[in-house]
């Protein structure tokens, strides 16, 4: 099994690797091979796709009540991976969430993905819509991605739940995780974010993924900051070209990122998201070029679902 972290050291050129959002529920996985067959050209070295927990959403009733339903929009990761890797011979990394997931249940994901033979993958929190109270249910859900990484350390070592013997782990799961050049948004303090990413490495991560950022000076300011406090692991920059006008608002909103001014200033001048779009590919070419030319050890786009402006960046730079 090949190791994203050996990809990453033992490759001569920056690493090109693209994330993608399993479909929303009951929508067709062409749309996903749609995007794989767009960026296939360029040599991907990875994908990673996307986990999503579920959430409640309210279904009206005849008699003009609502009943709490509990909903995963986009499912199929496990499934998506497997697929890929099939029929395109590419490395899947699918991404693995505590929220929404019960302990039981992310064993079950390990074994099935043990099974598959897939041993890559990026270990995370979730994002924070879920569903439940983890205060009420701490014994059957993680809280963190450090508690999420303890429980795949384990069953690499073949110790499933409650010490049961998990057999056949011939190629141990290697993982990267995720980190926040701007501060995640629920850390008091930049110091304190990085504390708990040191832990990360020191129990096993092989890599880091940043959230996505505009303004390269934050990926050079944060790695320069890491480097100090001795993470050595690499640090794959995330970068998504901005589409569209409501990406000014909504990125930042979700994603609690900044979009420098000059950037802003030109999008807000945009007569419409085909210029948008214009504008979003040549930033983006810029910062790849910046980023690599910095000593980034490749780029690592965030689809969202859209791949004709990543694939402009992608045939520039790669
Ligand atoms: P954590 O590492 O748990 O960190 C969350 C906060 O808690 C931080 O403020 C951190 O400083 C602090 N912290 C960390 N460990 C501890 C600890 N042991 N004790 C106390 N505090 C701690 N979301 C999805 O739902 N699905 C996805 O597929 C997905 N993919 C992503 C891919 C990338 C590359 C990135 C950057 C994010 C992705 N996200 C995804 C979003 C991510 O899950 C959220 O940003 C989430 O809020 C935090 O995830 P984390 O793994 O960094 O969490």
Redesign the pocket.
């Known amino acids: 099994m090949t190791r994203i972290i050996d990809i990453i050291n033992e490759s001569r050129q920056p690493v090109f690797s693209f994330?993608i959002l399993p479909p929303l529920k009951g929508n067709s996985i062409y749309k996903v091979y749609d995007i794989i067959e767009r960026l296939r050209e360029f040599e991907p070295q990875f994908v990673?796709i996307?986990?999503?927990?579920s959430e409640y959403i309210y279904k009206p009733l005849p008699d003009g009540t609502h009943r709490r339903v509990s909903v995963v929009k986009r499912p199929g990761?496990v499934a998506i991976a497997a697929a890929i890797q099939n029929k395109y011979g590419l490395i899947p990394v699918p991404?693995i969430?505590?929220?929404g997931f019960s302990k039981e249940e992310t064993e079950y994901a390990l074994l099935d993905l043990n099974f598959l033979g897939i041993n890559n993958l990026?270990?995370?929190?979730?994002?924070?819509k879920s569903s439940g109270s983890l205060a009420e249910s701490a014994h059957l859900y993680h809280?963190?991605?450090?508690?999420l990484q303890e429980q795949i350390n384990l069953f690499n070592q073949g110790i499933g739940l409650d010490d049961t013997k998990i057999e056949g782990i011939d190629t141990p799961f290697s993982y990267g995780?995720?980190?926040?050049p701007e501060?995640?948004?629920?850390?008091p303090n930049m110091d304190?974010?990085t504390?708990?990413?040191k832990?990360?490495i020191k129990n096993g991560a092989d890599y880091l993924?940043?959230?996505?950022f505009f303004d390269n000076s934050r990926y050079f300011s944060f790695v320069e900051r890491c480097r100090a406090e001795g993470i050595t692991v690499p640090i794959l920059p995330?970068i998504k070209p901005i589409s569209r006008k409501a990406h000014l608002s909504g990125l930042p909103r979700t994603?609690r990122i900044d979009i420098p001014e000059p950037l802003a200033a030109q999008v807000r001048r945009a007569a419409d998201d085909r210029e948008v779009r214009e504008i979003g590919v040549e930033w983006c070419r810029q910062q790849c070029r910046e980023l690599i030319a910095g000593g980034a050890p490749g780029i690592?786009f965030y689809t969202m679902s859209v791949a004709d402006s990543v694939a402009r960046v992608a045939r520039d730079i790669f």
Do not use: P
């Open positions: 994330e990673n996307t986990s999503h927990h990761t991404h969430i505590c929220r990026l270990v995370l929190r979730g994002d924070n809280e963190h991605a450090s508690d995780m995720a980190c926040y501060k995640h948004e629920e850390a304190s974010d504390y708990y990413l832990e990360k993924i940043t959230q996505m995330g994603f690592h």
